[in-house]
């Protein structure tokens, strides 16, 4: 499937309707992350609607630095493309998969800053291929993930319920913790890629951290896995964990229906780490991988945990 338009959309152009933009959002969704789709499936069918629109949004913001044609992408490239998207937020879908993200905007009262912010994020990819520390990581992964969490708890909605207590005068709404599952799931994006982003010359892994487990670019590069290694590797583990559980804190804030997709989709994610962990670290020549069937069986008991947490 190609995300990005190949013409520019003249004023004649007859779009794809509403429905046929929202079916290719969902084929898109479906074919590039079965853990998120699979997370859709169980919300109702406005909600699942406008995550396919964002997800595809997503998708193609992050296709424009990491995609097949990354190579033609320039700060321009990303001008054009905020470009775009000040106009889908004015109302004005400028291809076929705009039209369904303009509906859904027209749905639910989302914000464009995280959608510029996300962009920042690419850009960031285009300026460096090294962190120094962590805050500076953290920064990136908030911009290209943290985001997401932003967008998907403003589609999902928090429970009414909170609001109604006497002492309550707003409805708190867990952003806090919706940015730390953005930015868990960044982070083990990041642990099980270590060995296809080192052969594209890129280092995610904060460089002090390295340092500090006294194991060097070189090591990374040529794929040493030794027990400096494997004890790095633990430390990054146990820092992407600390997210999940300020994740999990939120959940309960969340719209009934929106808590069993997210905890499928926090446990089903956050299970990349463990297969990390049962492949002895070894992220050079092996992709932790998730079997759809131990995808299913996280299900129940991610429904267990929303119904009683
Ligand atoms: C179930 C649900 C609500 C899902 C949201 C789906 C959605 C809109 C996802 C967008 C993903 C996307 C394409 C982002 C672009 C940047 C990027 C690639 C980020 C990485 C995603 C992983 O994708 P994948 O494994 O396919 O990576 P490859 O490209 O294959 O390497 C990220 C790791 C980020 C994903 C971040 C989230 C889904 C945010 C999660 C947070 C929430 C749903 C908020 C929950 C609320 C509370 C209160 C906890
Ligand atoms: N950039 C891409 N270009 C083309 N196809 C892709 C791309 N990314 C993913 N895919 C397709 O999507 C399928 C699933 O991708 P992936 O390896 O991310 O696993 P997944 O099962 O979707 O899990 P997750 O939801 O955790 O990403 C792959 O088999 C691949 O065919
Ligand atoms: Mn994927």
């Not at 296709?63 to 321009?76: C, N, Q, Y």
């Not at 999902?156 to 953005?182: H, K």
């Given at each position: 499937m190609?995300?990005?338009?190949?013409?520019?959309?003249?004023?004649?152009?007859?779009?794809?309707s509403?429905d046929?933009?929202?079916?290719?959002?969902?084929q898109?969704?479906?074919?590039?992350s079965?853990?998120?789709?699979?997370?859709?499936?169980?919300?109702?069918?406005?909600?699942?609607?406008?995550?396919?629109?964002i997800?595809?949004?997503?998708?193609?913001?992050?296709?424009?630095?990491?995609?097949?044609?990354?190579?033609?992408?320039?700060?321009?490239?990303?001008?054009?493309?905020?470009?775009?998207?000040?106009?889908?937020?004015?109302?004005?879908?400028?291809?076929?998969?705009?039209v369904?993200?303009?509906?859904?905007l027209?749905?639910?009262t989302?914000?464009?800053q995280?959608?510029?912010?996300?962009?920042?994020?690419q850009?960031m990819?285009?300026?460096?291929?090294?962190?120094?520390?962590?805050?500076?990581?953290?920064?990136?992964?908030?911009?290209?993930?943290?985001?997401?969490?932003?967008?998907?708890?403003?589609?999902?909605g928090v429970?009414?319920?909170?609001?109604?207590?006497?002492?309550?005068?707003?409805?708190?709404c867990?952003?806090?913790?919706?940015?730390?599952?953005?930015i868990?799931?960044?982070?083990?994006?990041?642990?099980?890629?270590?060995?296809e982003?080192?052969?594209?010359?890129?280092?995610?892994?904060?460089?002090?951290?390295?340092?500090?487990?006294?194991?060097?670019?070189?090591?990374?590069?040529?794929?040493?896995?030794?027990?400096?290694?494997?004890?790095?590797?633990?430390?990054?583990i146990?820092?992407?964990?600390?997210?999940?559980?300020?994740?999990?804190?939120?959940?309960?804030?969340?719209?009934?229906?929106?808590?069993?997709?997210?905890?499928?989709?926090?446990?089903?994610?956050?299970?990349?780490?463990?297969?990390?962990?049962?492949?002895?670290?070894d992220?050079?020549?092996?992709?932790?991988?998730?079997?759809t069937?131990?995808k299913?069986?996280?299900?129940?008991?991610?429904?267990?945990?929303?119904?009683?947490l």
């Amino acid at each position: 499937m190609l995300l990005q338009p190949t013409t520019t959309v003249s004023p004649k152009h007859v779009l794809a309707s509403i429905d046929e933009s929202y079916e290719c959002c969902r084929q898109i969704t479906a074919k590039y992350s079965k853990t998120f789709y699979m997370g859709t499936m169980l919300m109702s069918e406005a909600k699942r609607r406008a995550i396919w629109a964002i997800y595809v949004w997503c998708r193609r913001t992050d296709e424009l630095v990491d995609g097949p044609s990354a190579k033609f992408t320039t700060e321009a490239t990303l001008d054009d493309w905020e470009s775009q998207l000040e106009s889908v937020f004015a109302g004005r879908p400028q291809d076929d998969y705009d039209v369904a993200m303009v509906d859904a905007l027209e749905h639910f009262t989302l914000d464009i800053q995280p959608f510029r912010d996300m962009i920042e994020g690419q850009r960031m990819d285009l300026r460096c291929s090294r962190y120094e520390t962590f805050e500076d990581l953290k920064l990136y992964c908030y911009r290209v993930a943290g985001t997401v969490g932003l967008m998907s708890t403003v589609v999902m909605g928090v429970d009414p319920e909170y609001g109604t207590a006497p002492w309550a005068t707003t409805i708190p709404c867990p952003i806090d913790e919706a940015i730390a599952l953005g930015i868990a799931n960044q982070l083990t994006n990041i642990l099980r890629d270590v060995g296809e982003d080192a052969r594209r010359g890129r280092i995610y892994l904060p460089l002090e951290d390295l340092e500090l487990f006294n194991y060097s670019e070189r090591d990374l590069i040529n794929g040493v896995i030794d027990e400096r290694w494997r004890a790095l590797m633990r430390f990054q583990i146990q820092r992407a964990l600390k997210f999940y559980r300020e994740a999990e804190r939120g959940i309960t804030l969340l719209s009934p229906d929106a808590r069993w997709p997210v905890w499928s989709a926090l446990m089903l994610y956050r299970k990349i780490l463990d297969v990390i962990a049962e492949n002895q670290y070894d992220v050079f020549n092996r992709r932790a991988f998730v079997p759809t069937v131990r995808k299913l069986l996280c299900l129940p008991p991610a429904l267990l945990r929303a119904r009683v947490l």
